[in-house]
């Protein structure tokens, strides 16, 4: 019998003893103890602690779902009872039903996975076992991990099969696709079912790292001239996204990494002294939290056009996924294109299986990627269209407003300190610019100056305008609004989200709506009832 013949029959008994009511089991825990010490030598990879784990913790906490279906699906899961249970969690969650012991054994009992899955023993032992959900996108990466490494293996026992009557040539080439495909693969989504969103009312707010800059989840690109102040721009960012301290607009707290492949260790930590002391705390504030990797003089290619071989991420690729998932990294700078890319920058596939394979490896996570691929010096656009269309956001920093006319002289360089970090493409989002002064190795942000007399009320005006327009609008498609800036339905950011903001910013369009509310032009009113019938109140125009 072959190795992977007595995998499956090992797995089949196992989840056979699941499914078994056991009355001899004196508790809970040892149903999971049962499962999670049957591995035969030759058992297939996998890890049953990481998906009693991933199950459990779904169970808890319903929320950390939206996560974890990025990472893993049902397939994934050795265990042929963990695969169903998943399944039946994500159902329940995707119809916006609860999933706990009780409801999840309810939607088993009722569907094809009766009698499959050990019952509401076996679901009790699963949530009895897991402490709480805190790592639970951790977990679901092992898993999925696991999934790849069974992938690769039954890949392996393939092409060796074939070895003795295939060309050696051809075989090699077919290895190197299929194993590229399951390392950068990610899992393909359900179709979505619109009868059950239907009863779920809005979908969810976008979210952004950087307020309507850097989308959540996204790759963007930041580009501009060599010399502009990219990589302090992007050190800056992380040192604050840290801190959670505002810059360039509001900023959702979060754990990031800096792939510095062009500066050494001394001239990032010189970095981040001077950022330190912008922000006023001690460099052990970014412990743990801001990961800075100096990568001068290592091979840092991750993508390459292989003469004989075509395309290929390399090994350094997995070097960067195991540092973002062993640190629990949510948004991921890579300074810059130059070093990582080694295929041709002007072929719109090059670029888009690049960015497709490192969104796989690197499955939810922000990716901002540091480049000067310009046209000629000064021009705000690179060679061609291919990395502008490919990612979600571009960036643009440079001494000149694009656009701007250049004249005949050159820049005065006693003005050299100025920078403009211009919005140039961020899909939902309109074109924006913030001002700059480069100084003392910092990107200083220019102070926003509160405008008074006839400008100032015009200005004013024209923002309580936006709000009364926008919430009209927002009224007339049924969309709840609050005052409350932590409410889901705050105004100001549903007017930006629904692109119905004109340019103004949320601070000015917040400020405009307690303008408002003062004036009584805004009201508090019932807007209709929760399911307890309990009213349900929002923002209406008076």
């Not at 996998?46 to 929320?63: F, T």
Request: aromatic share 6%; net charge negative; with cysteine.
């Amino acid at each position: 019998m072959s190795g992977f013949d007595r995998t499956e029959r090992g797995a089949a008994f196992l989840d056979a003893q699941i499914v078994k009511r056991d009355a001899g089991a004196s508790s809970l825990v040892q149903l999971v103890e049962r499962a999670r010490n049957f591995d035969e030598p030759t058992a297939a990879p996998h890890s049953v602690d990481a998906e009693v784990a991933v199950l459990g913790g779904l169970m808890i906490d319903n929320a950390t779902f939206s996560k974890v279906r990025e990472v893993v699906a049902d397939s994934d899961f050795y265990r042929d009872a963990h695969r169903r249970i998943f399944r039946q969690i994500s159902r329940l969650i995707e119809r916006g039903e609860p999933a706990d012991v009780v409801t999840v054994d309810e939607a088993i009992k009722a569907s094809e996975d009766k009698d499959k899955t050990g019952g509401i023993t076996y679901l009790a032992a699963l949530a009895t076992n897991t402490p709480s959900a805190a790592n639970i996108v951790r977990y679901a990466q092992i898993v999925a991990d696991y999934a790849r490494l069974r992938d690769l293996q039954a890949l392996a026992n393939e092409i060796h099969a074939k070895a003795e009557r295939g060309d050696p040539e051809q075989l090699k080439t077919e290895l190197i696709e299929r194993a590229t495909a399951i390392r950068t693969s990610r899992k393909s989504s359900a179709t979505m079912d619109w009868a059950a969103l239907a009863g779920r009312g809005e979908p969810p707010a976008r979210v952004w790292d950087v307020a309507h800059w850097i989308p959540q989840g996204h790759a963007t690109l930041l580009a501009g001239e060599g010399g502009s102040g990219k990589s302090t721009l992007a050190q800056q960012l992380g040192s604050c996204f840290t801190l959670g301290r505002e810059f360039i607009d509001q900023i959702h707290p979060l754990k990031s990494l800096l792939w510095a492949c062009e500066d050494d260790a001394n001239e990032l930590w010189r970095r981040q002294v001077a950022n330190a002391a912008w922000l006023e705390v001690g460099l052990e504030a970014f412990a743990g939290k801001f990961c800075i990797v100096p990568r001068l003089g290592c091979e840092n290619t991750l993508f390459a056009e292989v003469p004989g071989q075509g395309l290929q991420f390399t090994p350094v690729l997995q070097e960067l996924r195991a540092q973002v998932m062993d640190e629990g990294i949510d948004l991921v700078f890579i300074d810059n294109l130059a070093q990582v890319y080694g295929a041709n920058s002007a072929d719109a596939h090059h670029v888009t299986v690049f960015l497709n394979g490192l969104a796989g490896a690197l499955p939810g996570r922000t990716l901002v990627l540091l480049g000067h691929p310009s046209r000629q010096a000064g021009s705000e656009f690179s060679g061609s269209a291919a990395w502008e269309n490919a990612v979600r956001a571009r960036l643009y920093l440079g001494r000149r407003l694009p656009g701007e006319n250049k004249g005949e002289q050159e820049p005065d360089p006693t003005d050299d300190t100025v920078r403009y970090l211009c919005r140039r493409k961020a899909n939902y989002s309109s074109r924006d610019w913030r001002r700059f002064e480069f100084k003392d190795g910092l990107m200083i942000p220019e102070e926003v100056v509160v405008e008074d007399g006839i400008v100032g009320h015009a200005r004013e005006q024209r923002a309580e305008s936006v709000v009364l327009d926008g919430l009209r609008k927002l009224q007339g498609r049924s969309v709840r609004t609050t005052e409350g800036a932590n409410s889901p339905s705050y105004l100001p950011r549903l007017l930006l989200d629904y692109e119905l903001a004109d340019g103004q910013s949320q601070k000015e369009l917040a400020a405009a709506m307690r303008r408002l509310r003062l004036a009584g032009k805004i009201i508090p009113a019932e807007v209709g009832k929760y399911g307890n019938r309990t009213p349900m109140m929002g923002l209406i125009v008076a």
